[in-house]
């Protein structure tokens, strides 16, 4: 006779997927976690791991939309194959983007910023690859906010971003 599994179906889910992953060869997690699944992790090793990361991105988003950060720590954070689709639309290239983020003022930065951002999540794409979703609200306009992050060793650095001004109305998920 075999016993019932009684894991919630979330870790018989996440379970399985691992179980899948590993007979394909495939060395990703499709785990996400959000910002309000960060303060409640505990014993699970995958979360724990990725919610340190998607703290650890959180910091790093914040410098790069902090007007105070210098143009030396921006370049440290943007790869060098990196490159952003702005919530104009507008492409941009890393050099392009790297004089954008120089010219911006504390007006255009919004000093309160990094309060601002929600709906937090993080998923690991491949091995050392990462996209971190979010909305920020930011001098008075709302966008939902996609990165890249590709860590080396110790360090991380931004592949590629987008920004989409989105209205209150279409605001929650």
Sequence with gaps: MACADRRP??????????????????????????????????????????????RTL????????????????????????FSETGASGRHYGREAALQKLARRSKAEAGAEAPEQMSELRCRQLATDLYLLTYRLRQSGRLTRRASIWRRTGRTWRILYHQGTVVSEAAAPD
Excluded: C, P, W
């Design 9 to 54: 179906a979330s870790r018989r889910a996440e379970s399985a997927a691992r179980d899948a992953q590993s007979a394909r060869g495939l060395t990703y997690t499709a785990l996400l976690v959000s910002d309000t699944e960060a303060a409640a992790v505990s014993g699970n090793g995958l979360k724990r791991e990725l919610t340190a990361i998607l």
């Design 58 to 81: 959180r910091g790093h988003e914040m410098t790069l939309q902090s007007a105070e950060t210098s143009s030396a720590d921006l370049e440290a954070l943007l790869d060098g194959q």
